[in-house]
T-cell receptor
Framework: DTAVSQTPKYLVTQMGNDKSIKCEQNLGHDTMYWYKQDSKKFLKIMFSYNNKELIINETVPNRFSPKSPDKAHLNLHINSLELGDSAVYFCASSQLGGGNEQFFGPGTRLTVL | SQQGEEDPQALSIQEGENATMNCSYK?????LQWYRQNSGRGLVHLIL?????REKHSGRLRVTLDTSKKSSSLLITASRAADTASYFCATALAETSGSRLTFGEGTQLTVNP
């Protein structure tokens, strides 16, 4: 069974469009994250939610809006997509506290044309 | 520069050889973790070493931590072609909120058969 799943795996879209990426974890974790990995493989945290509450919000354009309907789901909605948004987006989850081990989803490769 | 910096950026060895990757960081940490990322996949947790530990083993992996030098190393012994991947260190800061991890830039390991 997949522990952290994301959909879609690939997303190709035009500049200016709005798109969403969905994430679900079945590990019973309290905390979920969104990361962006650029073409040089640098991984940067974007958001973190603990039990549906936002706890980390890095300097990310407000075109990016996370939504957590329950603690097992964390979705990422992106408005007015730009070329620079092209990257691989990873969802992850962990138990809260002390920098615990994180479990990553397979990633969503977003290409903005 | 980043909290976690790794060297080398790329390492190419023959099957059976040992591979050593290094990670340096700047601030006090709670723990340091190593992750592996196969091409086109999500990150997988390998090992976690706490700030009060100096060495840890897991199978063919050996991790050391020197908090006085703010550095860690990951040794993979008797490497296999299947070890080919990117390896990232990640630090959990001592005064972290939530479960924030800061990732290094990664080392691309290629193990030639």
């Amino acid at each position: 069974d997949t522990a952290v799943s994301q959909t879609p795996k690939y997303l190709v879209t035009q500049m200016g469009n709005d798109k969403s990426i969905k994430c679900e974890q079945n590990l019973g974790h309290d905390t979920m994250y969104w990361y962006k990995q650029d073409s040089k493989k640098f991984l940067k945290i974007m958001f973190s939610y603990n039990n549906k509450e936002l706890i980390i919000n890095e300097t990310v354009p407000n075109r990016f809006s996370p939504k957590s309907p329950d603690k097992a789901h964390l979705n990422l909605h992106i408005n007015s997509l730009e070329l620079g948004d092209s990257a691989v987006y990873f969802c992850a989850s962990s138990q809260l506290g002390g920098g615990n081990e994180q479990f990553f989803g397979p990633g969503t490769r977003l290409t903005v044309l | 520069s980043q909290q976690g910096e790794e060297d080398p950026q790329a390492l190419s060895i023959q099957e059976g050889e040992n591979a050593t990757m290094n990670c340096s960081y700047k601030t006090s940490i709670n723990n340091l973790q190593w992750y592996r990322q196969n091409s086109g996949r999500g990150l997988v947790h390998l090992i976690l070493i706490r700030s009060n530990e100096r060495e840890k083993h897991s199978g063919r992996l050996r991790v050391t931590l020197d908090t006085s030098k703010k550095s860690s190393s990951l040794l993979i012994t008797a490497s296999r072609a299947a070890d080919t991947a990117s390896y990232f260190c990640a630090t959990a800061l001592a005064e972290t909120s939530g479960s924030r991890l800061t990732f290094g830039e990664g080392t691309q390991l290629t193990v030639n058969p």
